[in-house]
């Protein structure tokens, strides 16, 4: 149901995509200029040989950051226009199949459950779309470079993040799955 609405707004959709994805990249690639920094800083050159590249670093760093807030902003700002039409779109959807009933149905029931049933679904959305783009994707992202980024410095030690990463999200679902039962 919620994709079929997500399609009409597939521009928007995209963009929020997009930009997460931008501003996730750049958080992973803003620590290795901090790493030329310091390695930089601790060579044992002179102030005067280093001190342009250093400046030029922190130039780079400041730049990389500013795009990693407007990539994020960009991404609030297709959020915050994309959600509210989805759920007014859910809405209708549901209102619209709540009428179709006959006069009985609604003779035998409390209006206030029948309003809280309808609500339940653009809500239902929006936390879910709020997890998956402000959670998982970005975190997704995030130990996908992370692991590109070890990889390229240290064949192991990327290898054991992933196994890592792959062991605790196994355990992490299927302790969900079991606490599911209690909840």
């Known amino acids: 149901v919620f994709w079929q609405h997500v399609r009409r707004y597939r521009p928007l959709f995209w ?3 997009l930009s997460i994805t931008a501003g996730s990249a750049l958080d ?5 200029y901090y790493k030329d920094f310091f390695n930089l800083l601790v060579s044992g ?6 001190a342009p590249s250093l400046v030029r670093i922190l130039v780079s760093i400041l730049v990389l950051n ?3 807030w407007l ?16 759920k007014a779109d859910l809405f209708a959807q549901a ?8 006069y009985g149905f609604f003779a035998n029931r409390f209006v206030g459950a029948l309003v809280r049933k309808v609500t339940k679904l653009p809500r239902a959305f929006e936390v879910f779309a709020d997890r ?12 996908a470079g992370a692991t590109i980024v070890l990889y390229i410095f240290n064949h192991t ?3 054991i993040l992933l196994a890592w990463t792959m062991v605790f999200i196994i355990l992490n679902y299927f302790f969900s799955r079991w606490k599911l039962k209690y909840d």
Not at 28 to 32: A, K
Not at 45 to 50: C, K, L, P, S
Not at 95 to 102: G, I, K
């Open 95 to 102: 209102y619209d199949y709540l009428q179709q009933h006959a």
């Open 71 to 86: 990539a994020y902003r960009l991404a609030t700002f297709g959020n915050n226009y994309f959600q509210p039409r989805v």
């Open 28 to 32: 992973v690639v803003v620590p290795l």
């Open 15 to 17: 963009l929020i995509v």
């Open 157 to 159: 030690i990327a290898y």
């Open 132 to 143: 998956m783009f402000w959670d998982v994707f970005p975190l997704t992202i995030r130990i």
């Open 45 to 50: 050159q002179g102030a005067a040989t280093i």
């Open 66 to 68: 500013i795009g990693v």
